[in-house]
């Protein structure tokens, strides 16, 4: 079988390591390239968008495509709804692997927004210290705010940015203990932050909660209507095994 992976992310890696190591499997695993020095899954790699779902579907059908996984990140909202079409226009096995959210805990002073726009308003009047941990994309949605904002992203951000800034570049995990550090250390009144998901970034959820700092979380956007999803690398690999011994691989919601 031949199986396209939309990674960029720890599970496509780790399903790609596994499926490669698999009599039988042939994986190709596609990044957005967004980020300039991704960590590379094994085999065969692709790096750039497809033109849409006209080019996803000609690129399924050019290069014998047998099904499509879809393990992007929960906020690429775009390619997922792509996946989702192409795969259904070419009658291709489509599965999306969505890792669980983060939940709120005791302690937590979470704000729940729909969207950026959202979470621009919620974090007026929540302080003039503000940590925007969102990645690169989306930075322009505070570029009017008059607050300070530490922004942390992996690559510099594109597009306008608040006049009252540092800038930030790191590459997670985080330890708890340094995600304190950094809170104390530059003032941050509040945190604003996507439902990700994941224990690389998460220490910044448990430090919010130490020193009690609200925290405007941003909710992922919905799957298409359907979706097959799961939630780990494992049930991913189950799916495929299935499929490749034939087996119905259908049941999952």
Do not use: C
């Not at 190709?28 to 750039?48: F, N, Q």
């Not at 919905?222 to 979706?227: E, F, Q």
């Amino acid at each position: 079988m031949r199986i396209l992976i939309l990674g960029g992310t720890r599970e496509a890696r780790e399903l790609a390591d596994i499926a490669s190591g698999e009599r039988g499997y042939e994986i190709v695993s596609s990044l957005a390239g967004r980020v300039r020095a991704p960590v590379l899954p094994v085999g065969a790699v692709r790096v750039g968008g497809f033109g849409g779902v006209a080019g996803l579907r000609k690129w399924l059908a050019d290069n014998g495509i047998d099904a499509v996984v879809d393990a992007t990140h929960p906020f690429a909202g775009g390619i997922t709804a792509n996946a989702a079409q192409a795969a259904a226009d070419t009658g291709l096995p489509v599965l999306h692997v969505r890792r669980p959210g983060w939940r709120e805990e005791p302690g937590d002073r979470w704000i729940r927004v729909p969207d950026l726009a959202g979470a621009a308003e919620a974090v007026t009047g929540l302080g003039d210290r503000v940590f925007l941990t969102i990645g690169r994309q989306g930075v322009a949605a505070f570029a009017d705010l008059p607050q300070w904002f530490l922004i942390r992203a992996i690559d510099p951000p594109e597009g306008a940015m608040p006049a009252r800034h540092e800038l930030l570049l790191a590459r997670g995990p985080f330890a708890l203990d340094d995600e304190i550090a950094l809170l104390r250390a530059h003032r941050i009144d509040a945190m604003v932050t996507k439902d990700s998901g994941g224990a690389l970034t998460e220490a910044k959820l448990a430090a919010a909660r130490v020193l009690a700092i609200p925290v405007v979380v941003i909710e992922r956007p919905a799957l298409p209507a359907g979706a097959r999803r799961v939630e780990t690398v494992a049930a991913a690999w189950d799916w495929l095994r299935r499929l490749g011994s034939g087996e119905s691989a259908g049941g999952l919601e």
